[in-house]
């Protein structure tokens, strides 16, 4: 069965964060790699392939959300992905609402070297009230490197740090949430997976990227690809499952 026809192979997904982390640019990379052709991978990146009104192109910035279908291909089988890319800028959060709504799952963007602001919040509010699966990109990795020049003891402290605070967030949205239940006299069902920080690496829902450039990785992946080049399989994955890990918790 073709992912069109079968519902279980399509997977709405938003883009949110706080203005200016990276959605946009991002959003390019995944269309040039899942969108048939719709971009160059040369332009991604640049090109802004999401903010298709003029005014967005002129002043750079994300004013409406728009959509594109995506093809992923996955071993459970050919998906179709609905890509939403939301705008951060506070004046269009009806814009951002409506994209989470329409979703149920979504990729909340923060960028590595300014790290959790306003609207990154409000992100991680809208995500939880829709009940979306949601997935943490640390962007703009390079300039922890470039502009920062952080070594790598201070950029993994501020990757840690900027973590930890998606998780406070989240968590004080999970005990609000069940308190307004228990009010309401409406106990929610007990879910094991409450009581663990939502976003953790070694789940392998935190990814590190840099959009400009497109290159992303996930712990597990990265491992993967270190242990290939270095001939070091077993023990880099006994590292990543081990020390780097619970480190980065
Ligand atoms: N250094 C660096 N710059 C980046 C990266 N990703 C995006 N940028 C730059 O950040 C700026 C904003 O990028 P956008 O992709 O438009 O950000 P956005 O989150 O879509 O912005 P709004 O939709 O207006 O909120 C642009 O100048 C990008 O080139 C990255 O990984 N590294
Ligand atoms: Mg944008």
Same mark, same amino acid.
């Given at each position: 069965?073709?992912?069109?026809?079968?519902?279980?192979?399509?997977?709405?997904?938003?883009?949110?964060?706080?203005?200016?982390?990276? #959605?946009?640019?991002?959003?390019? &990379?995944?269309?040039?790699?899942?969108?048939?052709?719709?971009?160059?991978?040369?332009?991604?990146?640049?090109?802004?392939?999401?903010? &298709?009104?003029?005014?967005?192109?002129?002043?750079?910035?994300?004013? /409406?959300?728009?959509?594109?279908?995506?093809? *992923?291909? &996955? &071993?459970?089988?050919?998906?179709?992905? *609905?890509?939403?890319?939301?705008?951060?800028?506070?004046?269009?959060?009806?814009?951002?609402?409506?994209?989470?709504?329409?979703?149920?799952?979504?990729?909340?963007?923060?960028?590595?070297? /300014?790290?959790?602001?306003?609207?990154?919040?409000?992100?991680?509010?809208?995500?939880?009230?829709?009940?979306?699966?949601?997935?943490?990109?640390?962007? #703009?990795?390079?300039?922890?490197?470039?502009?920062?020049?952080?070594?790598?003891? +201070?950029?993994?402290?501020?990757?840690?740090?900027?973590?930890?605070?998606?998780?406070?967030?989240?968590?004080?949205?999970?005990? *609000?949430?069940?308190?307004?239940?228990?009010?309401?006299?409406?106990?929610?069902?007990?879910? +094991?997976?409450?009581?663990?920080?939502?976003?953790?690496?070694? /789940?392998?829902?935190?990814?590190?990227?840099?959009?400009?450039?497109?290159?992303?990785?996930?712990?597990?992946?990265?491992? +993967?690809?270190?242990?290939? #080049?270095?001939?070091?399989?077993?023990?880099?994955?006994?590292?990543?499952?081990?020390?780097?890990?619970?480190?980065?918790?």
């Amino acid at each position: 069965m073709s992912s069109v026809a079968d519902p279980r192979l399509v997977r709405n997904t938003c883009i949110m964060a706080h203005v200016d982390d990276g #959605k946009t640019s991002l959003a390019d &990379h995944l269309v040039a790699s899942g969108g048939g052709g719709l971009l160059n991978p040369k332009l991604a990146g640049s090109a802004r392939f999401m903010d &298709h009104l003029p005014e967005e192109q002129r002043r750079a910035i994300t004013m /409406k959300s728009s959509s594109v279908a995506l093809r *992923h291909a &996955h &071993h459970t089988g050919v998906h179709r992905v *609905h890509l939403i890319d939301s705008p951060g800028h506070a004046d269009f959060c009806s814009e951002v609402s409506a994209a989470a709504r329409l979703s149920d799952s979504a990729l909340i963007v923060v960028d590595a070297a /300014k790290g959790v602001r306003v609207q990154t919040h409000a992100a991680l509010r809208q995500a939880f009230v829709e009940r979306l699966c949601p997935c943490l990109v640390l962007n #703009k990795l390079d300039r922890l490197i470039t502009e920062l020049r952080l070594t790598p003891e +201070e950029a993994y402290a501020r990757l840690r740090r900027i973590v930890d605070a998606v998780n406070s967030i989240y968590s004080e949205l999970r005990s *609000h949430s069940y308190f307004s239940s228990l009010l309401q006299d409406d106990r929610p069902g007990s879910d +094991e997976e409450e009581d663990e920080d939502a976003f953790q690496p070694q /789940k392998g829902n935190v990814v590190f990227a840099c959009a400009r450039d497109g290159w992303g990785f996930r712990i597990h992946s990265f491992a +993967e690809l270190y242990a290939e #080049k270095h001939k070091e399989g077993g023990q880099l994955r006994r590292a990543s499952q081990g020390a780097v890990g619970p480190v980065l918790r």
